[in-house]
């Protein structure tokens, strides 16, 4: 299986961006769907996870409000919009899947993970 991320890109602080992951090679049903990102030197974080069918979020209290999940199981995609974005924001984002809750929230607990898309935010 592959997990293609992508939509990364520079943006001004307070703009948007949508990050897309593709999975190829096997559906998501079943699957939890989860974005993490790693800031420079810093140890890589749990952003958010949309469980399977896509009713049941949870996210990172520093991005709650702001960023929103969504997946679109028939194209194996899942969405990750991201709104009024800061500088903090700033990092490589990668999507993983886990067949489990989606208060799974350790990078070790996860073993699929996309190539990651960078995300700059300039203030």
């Known amino acids: 299986v592959q997990l293609q991320a992508s939509g990364g890109g520079l943006v001004q602080a307070g703009g948007s961006l949508r990050l897309s992951c593709a999975v190829s090679?096997?559906?998501?049903?079943?699957?939890?769907m989860s974005w993490f990102r790693q800031a420079p030197g810093k140890e890589r974080e749990f952003v958010g996870a949309?469980?399977?069918?896509?009713?049941?979020?949870n996210y990172a209290a520093s991005v709650k409000g702001r960023f929103t999940l969504s997946r679109d199981n028939a194209k194996s995609t899942v969405y990750l919009q991201m709104n009024d974005l800061k500088p903090e924001d700033t990092a490589v984002y990668y999507c993983?899947?886990?067949?489990?809750?989606?208060?799974?929230?350790?990078?070790?607990?996860?073993?699929?993970w996309g190539q990651g898309t960078l995300v700059t935010v300039s203030s």
């Open positions: 993983a899947r886990i067949r489990g809750s989606v208060h799974l929230t350790l990078v070790s607990e996860y073993d699929s």
């Open positions: 090679g096997r559906t998501i049903a079943s699957y939890t």
């Open positions: 949309i469980g399977w069918p896509g009713s049941i979020t």
